[in-house]
């Protein structure tokens, strides 16, 4: 079936470090493949998306491509801030799967000063 | 526009009393659904609603009804609290525009069963 996998948090990065999380999916066809941000107390927001392969989805800073060789889709962002602290899902939906996303399980991020 | 707002924020349960908890957006969007998320497991699908008068089974529905009667609200009910149905819920809304759809969350409900 279908699945999403993240790498296992908590991520804890220095402010002006790297930052990479690892997603992997499984799934037929051409999905499209999110990054969903949680910040603390809130709903998940919409931080970035890819809908075919090779598509670089970015925002904030956030990029991630969408690598179908590979089925990955890492998150990437070069320098993070302390306000980049959060949760951190990756997410894919079938075309015509309307209303369904298949969730990572969530990377925490922490950033300290 | 409010968005996707639910309601209430938090409730507490006792094993076996029932409740619904709320959903509407004003987005007018088509599709709508809960998901469910706890620690480590993400968020897992429970029901989904294409359009008023049409719900279906997500992941994770035992336990849980639903109903579209309108586009804007999508109520979710425990008919029976179980103390595994602890868990914070989201509700979500989307439409589809060319083939892309992306998901609009709400702030969610903390629910806790005794």
């Known amino acids: 079936g279908n699945s999403v996998t993240q790498m296992e948090g908590p991520v804890t990065l220095s402010e002006e470090a790297f930052l990479t999380i690892n997603c992997t999916y499984t799934a037929t066809g051409y999905p499209s493949l999110f990054w969903y941000v949680q910040y603390p107390g809130e709903g998940l927001q919409l931080l970035l998306k890819a809908t075919k392969a090779d598509d670089k989805g970015s925002n904030k800073g956030f990029e991630a491509t969408y690598r179908k060789e590979t089925t990955s889709f890492h998150l990437e962002k070069g320098s993070v801030q302390v306000s980049d602290s959060a949760v951190y899902f990756c997410?894919?939906?079938?075309?015509?799967?309307?209303?369904?996303?298949?969730f990572g399980q969530g990377t925490t991020l922490q950033v300290k000063p | 526009n409010a968005g996707v707002t639910q309601t209430p924020k938090f409730q507490v349960l006792k094993t076996g009393q029932s409740m619904t908890l709320q959903c509407a957006q004003d987005m007018n969007h088509e599709y709508m659904s809960w998901y469910r998320q706890d620690p480590g497991m993400g968020l897992r699908l429970i029901h989904y609603?294409?359009?008023?008068?049409?719900?279906d089974q997500g992941e994770v529905p035992n336990g849980y009804n639903v109903s579209r009667s309108t586009t804007e609200d999508f109520p979710l009910r425990l008919l029976s609290a179980a103390p595994s149905q602890t868990s914070v819920y989201f509700c979500?809304?989307?439409?589809?525009?060319?083939?892309?759809?992306?998901?609009?969350f709400g702030p969610g409900t903390r629910l806790l069963v005794l």
């Open positions: 609603s294409v359009g008023a008068g049409i719900t």
């Open positions: 979500a809304s989307s439409y589809d525009l060319a083939g892309e759809e992306t998901q609009y």
């Open positions: 997410a894919l939906k079938h075309s015509g799967n309307t209303g369904k996303l298949i």
